[in-house]
């Protein structure tokens, strides 16, 4: 008779685990900030969101002193169809990842079909009796370095970019035997924001204007050389050129020589033998242009016109390029 007792107790505990419940889950998320980054230069961002699930268990009356094992399986999704952060009419592409591979197999949702996506899967539990059980679950983010760099700012400064974004989690209980997700019928919808801050910025640098060896200046000696400038996309900038040796002429350039005070004129222009590129100083003019998010190449023109020849010797002079934005 103990016998047949005890295996009744265990089919009837056995029967009441199976009943076992959880009363409800809930998620949240915490947003996903990829912080502050240069149109100029720019690398990947990266950041991370945490996605919490929290499950509440209920209590079995009738045999409070036994430790049960109620189990939950979850699936959390997010809207796929909204992969880019906004600004207006602009936008920047991102990815969500369910693990820090960043690997397209890894992308939380399909950005090919947003109506099946590929959803972050756990499950959990253990010997409880009531209460709660969290779950954190770290979600990976990345804006590619592409993307930041063809980014437009606003007026010239900093500019915020975001998406608001919709989840849901669907959840089923079971006791010992694993159940689907979504058998149960169970969901829970949560919202979170991604955003990235774009910085607008330029680079610039340029070759040496080098007019080679020459022997009398009885005529113009011509050559070119390369500025390329890198600025935030659809933002203006202009491009001034200091006087060099003539600090506060640009009109009048020279070159010095290395060991004597003799100098020879030229002239730096944006376009053949144009007008003479400076600070807007003494009939000079400033090159302006915009920003297309890429490397610009500019064709500086100099020209060192027919003078008397000095001593031979090396000449040189130097400019210094500032661009404004």
């Keep these: 008779m103990n016998t047949v007792r005890m295996l009744l107790l265990a089919l009837a505990l056995l029967g009441m685990h199976a009943a076992a419940r959880a009363d409800s889950c809930t998620a949240t ?13 720019a690398a990947d961002a990266y950041a991370t969101g945490t996605l919490t699930i929290t499950c509440s268990w209920t209590l079995l009356t009738g045999i409070p ?5 109620p189990n939950v399986a979850i699936c959390a999704n997010f809207n796929t169809s909204v992969r880019t952060l906004n600004h207006g009419s602009n936008t920047i592409a991102f990815g969500l990842y369910r693990d820090s ?31 709660t ?3 954190t679950i770290a979600v990976y983010g ?58 607008n910025n330029c680079m610039i640098n340029t070759d040496a204007l080098a007019f080679g060896t020459q022997g009398l200046l009885r005529s113009d000696v011509r050559t070119t050389a390369a500025m390329r400038v890198q600025c935030t996309k659809d933002n203006p900038y202009r491009i001034a050129l200091s006087g060099g040796s003539v600090a506060n002429n640009p009109a ?4 010095k020589h290395g060991a004597s005070a003799a100098t ?17 100083s003494n009939g000079t003019a400033t090159l302006a242009g915009t920003g297309s998010g ?9 020209r060192v016109p027919a003078q008397a020849t000095p001593a031979p010797g090396d000449y040189k002079d130097t400019v210094m390029a500032t661009i404004i934005f």
Excluded at 118 to 130: E, H, K, Q, V, Y
Excluded at 167 to 185: E, H, K, M, R, T
């Design 29 to 41: 998320m915490t947003d996903v900030d990829f912080g502050v980054h240069s149109t100029v230069g």
């Design 65 to 69: 002193p036994l430790l049960l094992f």
């Design 101 to 131: 591979s960043y690997a397209p197999a890894a992308l939380w949702g399909s950005p090919a079909v947003p109506s099946s996506p590929t959803p972050i899967s756990t499950s959990f539990g253990g010997l409880i009796a009531l209460g």
């Design 133 to 135: 059980m969290t779950r």
């Design 142 to 199: 990345k804006v590619p370095a592409s993307a930041i760099e063809a980014a437009a700012t606003t007026s010239g400064g900093d500019t915020l970019y975001t998406a608001n974004l919709n989840g849901s989690i669907n959840y089923s209980f079971y006791g010992l035997v694993a159940q689907p997700c979504a058998s149960s019928g169970n969901s829970a919808a949560f919202a979170f924001a991604a955003r990235a801050t774009v910085s």
């Design 252 to 255: 009048a350039r020279r070159m």
């Design 264 to 280: 020879i004129g030229y002239q730096i222009s944006a376009t053949l033998d144009g007008a003479p590129w400076g600070d807007g």
């Design 294 to 302: 890429a490397l610009q190449t500019i064709t500086l023109y100099g």
